[in-house]
């Protein structure tokens, strides 16, 4: 694998979640892969898991790692190209990538929407320089319009615990104070509509998302319509994706929050969360802390969904 920033990525699903699942029967099995290998962490934005996880998931196959926040200590970047940098921006991105890139051999980027431009989000803007410029495999560690390590670690604990060969899955607007980005529903959407499952996304008019992403999904803006039979429930914010309330908060309805008599609702779901999630905007204390609740299993899986990418990532190095 020479980059991972989507699910086509990955390739058969099936064998991804296989070898998933091979490795965290003994996450050990191949320490000698990452020998000598560097792995850099670049963050433009805060996270607590994918931070972690993917570090020990580094950490499991032998390789060494650079951490670098971007916004703490180093220079701050300009990112346009064409620009007088005679403001505070003291290095242009089009240097501090292919510098960062002599220094390792596979590259993380975590660079969220900005929400000051769709068109600079939606074509991945940074993600994309970074994989132009930098001579190195890049990964995304949740960029503008996707999260797939997340979404991937999603899959796994799906196939973990469905009951049924194609389980209904149910991905929830739900109440938030801020604008959070369509990347964590864009890119759940993307792979649920891969692995085939029967998939529902159920919003407020006006939080549409991108048609490429909805892909077959049904759509179905009465929630507790959308909820019946459900076996898994992700629940997720996101601000507007349509024109002209790109970045918008429309809504902050608490009528949408996740609460036992939604659940109640549903084929005894489980409930589902990418973290760090706001309790009783998203859902309630006693939902989250419920034994349906899955959030904990599925923040652990992100250390396997990581181990599978980077070993496909060193093994697709010269
Ligand atoms: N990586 C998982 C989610 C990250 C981000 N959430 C956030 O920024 C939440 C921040 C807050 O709740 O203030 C998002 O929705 O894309
Ligand atoms: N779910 C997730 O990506 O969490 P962090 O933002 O803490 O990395």
Redesign the pocket.
Known sequence: MKKFTCVQDIGDLREAVAEALEIKRDRFQFTGLGRNRTLLMLFF???L??RLSTQKAAMNLGMNVMVLDVTQGAWKLETERGVVMDGDKAEHLLEAIPVMGSYCDVIGVRS?ARFRDKAEDYEERILEQFIRHSGRPVFSM?AATR?PL?SFADLITIEEHRRVERPKVVMTWAP???A??Q??PNSFAEWMNAADYDFVITHPEGYELAPEFVGRARVEYDQRKALEGADFVYA???AAWADPNYGKVLSRDRSWTVDDEKMALTNDAFFMH???V?RNMIVTDSVIESPRSLVIPEAANREISAQVVLKRLLEGLQ
């Open positions: 934005n805060s996270s898991r994918t969220f949740e999260h997340q938030h104070p801020n959070l980005p990347a964590v997720k914010n996101w990418c973290l760090p706001r």
